[in-house]
């Protein structure tokens, strides 16, 4: 997952370059198919069921011991995420699928298929799961942190309404 997200945020920087590629429909679609192939190889779907899951695993850490929210009221929390995450997983796939091709170039694409069907991409891969999974808790130990120092440099920004930063906590 985090290769996916570093593509996604590198994708961001492209737009220039998607300007000069061929951009008639069958160029797009054999982008697309190629997209396609690459999200197949990455195994999108357990990368995202593993991301969920570490999402499910930082929202049930969140909720404070005092919290009114129930075991209960947890476990279904997490249950309507994962629902939800599945539900829109086609959407989102199309979502890709078009930006990956509209930003991404054939030679781009077909080399970054070549790679995760190759040995060092299918070993890349299958340990990304593992990787999200350990992120989790890296990021739930940083979240305070970044909770407070972005509450003091909003507060030293704009002026916060009284107990504000007690609020975020």
Known sequence: MTLLIVAICGLATLPAHAAHQDNSASAQGSREVLVRKYL?????????????????QLQTASIPADSAVS????????????????????????RYVALYAEVLTTDELSALVRFYESPTGRSITGK?????????PIVQELMPRMQQMM????????????GFAEQLR
């Open 71 to 94: 075991p209960e009221m947890s476990d279904a929390m997490g249950e309507v995420t994962t629902e939800v995450m599945r539900e829109l997983r086609p959407v989102m796939m199309d």
């Open 151 to 162: 509450v003091q440099r909003l507060c030293g920004r704009v002026k916060c309404p009284e």
């Open 128 to 136: 990304t799961p593992l990787l999200t999974q350990r992120s989790g």
């Open 40 to 56: 197949d190889a990455i195994e999108f779907d357990k990368m995202m069921d593993a991301l969920t899951a570490t999402m499910v």
